[in-house]
């Protein structure tokens, strides 16, 4: 059973940087797709960002482009977001999810992750 738990959310001005990470347990990721969706209140859950686990290939949501950075750490089986020059609007509950398919998936797409984390606050105050 794959356990993903997020951390290092927290509260932060307009312009902070933070730095999210998330551990996962259960497997040792080899393949597949990782990816940080986020939930304001009131809204629905949206894609952040993705990475493959095999080859490094990242793809961004456009509101983040520029400013948030997706990697991961194979040895430490750790996904990570860099998030700087952070926005008011980037308030959210930050969720990591897994995909295990070898095939390719809709990164954007909730329904194509299998696994999911907890969640962490993040909130910007401007």
């Known amino acids: 059973q794959v356990q993903l738990v997020e951390s290092g959310g927290g509260l932060v001005q307009a312009g902070d940087s933070l730095r999210l990470s998330c551990v996962a347990s259960?497997?040792?990721?080899?393949?597949?797709?990782m990816g940080w969706f986020r939930q304001a209140p009131g809204k629905t859950r949206e894609f952040v960002a993705s990475i493959q686990w095999s080859g490094g290939s990242t793809y961004n949501t456009n509101s983040v482009q520029g400013r948030f950075t997706i990697s991961r750490d194979n040895a430490k089986n750790t996904l990570h977001l860099q998030m700087n020059n952070l926005k008011p609007e980037d308030t959210a509950v930050y969720y990591c999810?897994?995909?295990?398919?070898?095939?390719?998936?809709?990164?954007?797409?909730?329904?194509?992750?299998?696994?999911w984390g907890q969640g962490t606050q993040v909130t910007v105050s401007s």
């Open positions: 999810a897994a995909s295990t398919s070898i095939r390719s998936i809709i990164p954007t797409a909730l329904n194509a992750y299998e696994y």
């Open positions: 259960g497997r040792t990721f080899s393949s597949g797709t």
